[in-house]
């Protein structure tokens, strides 16, 4: 069965960094690009990165840039999402999701707290 | 950034009721519009794709359309089990984004 499974989330102080990730079963990520996404509590949805299939290329929403980084290990069937300089505005749930003519696979998410 | 407009925000309809939202882009996106329906505490999940072809496994009653700067999705036959939250997202240029919401509640 096709399955997204994020992990990493947590409790972090503003100005912390947190390494997220997304390991992908039931289907190679060889051939896919990947997007976070990240909702807030009660908002809406907030596209926040992209990688292409093989890596080669990255994409970012200006809120993020310089301060996110994504990433993949085609080998460990994995995308991640490397986040630095966290603040308040960061908080909320972030997505993985597998691009197929929309988003076609998402993962249950895992929760990001920004707070002193 | 490309904005899209989504209305309404929420309604209340009735079952067997149809029902259509409608999403705005704020420069053409050809049809490059995707819907997706999110249940509270859950990951969305893709219905439509190409502003108007139905995902897989998704049922009929679902449908959408448009191109260019206007779209709808279409509910037909209100069920129960389409209490949700219904999000519109363009894929024509980064950063890539989102409508607003709707919110579906059935009366």
């Known amino acids: 069965q096709v399955h997204l499974e994020e992990s990493g989330g947590g409790v972090v102080r503003p100005g912390g960094s947190l390494r997220l990730s997304c390991v992908a079963t039931g289907f190679s990520i060889n051939a896919y690009a990947f997007h976070w996404v990240r909702q807030a509590p009660g908002e809406g949805l907030k596209w926040v990165s992209y990688?292409?299939?093989?890596?080669?290329?990255?994409k970012y929403a200006d809120s993020v840039k310089g301060r996110f980084t994504i990433s993949r290990d085609n080998a460990k069937n994995a995308v991640y999402l490397h986040m630095e300089s966290l603040t308040a505005d960061d908080t909320g749930f972030y997505y993985c999701?597998?691009?197929?003519?929309?988003?076609?696979?998402w993962g249950q998410g895992t929760i990001v707290s920004v707070s002193s | 950034a490309i904005h899209l407009t989504q209305s309404p925000s929420s309604l209340s309809a009735s079952v067997g009721d149809r029902v259509t939202i409608t999403c705005r882009a704020s420069q053409p996106i050809y049809t490059a519009l995707v819907w997706y329906q999110q249940m509270p505490g859950k990951a969305p999940k893709l219905l439509i794709y190409?502003?108007?072809n139905l995902e897989g496994g998704v049922s009929s009653r679902f449908s959408g359309s448009g191109s260019g700067t206007g779209f709808t999705l279409t509910i037909s036959n209100l069920q129960p089990e389409d209490s949700a939250t219904y999000f519109c997202?363009?894929?024509?240029?980064?950063?890539?984004?989102f409508g607003g919401g709707t919110k579906v509640e059935i009366k």
């Open positions: 999701a597998r691009v197929d003519d929309g988003c076609d696979v």
């Open positions: 190409g502003a108007s």
């Open positions: 990688i292409r299939y093989d890596g080669n290329d990255e």
């Open positions: 997202q363009q894929f024509n240029q980064y950063p890539l984004t």
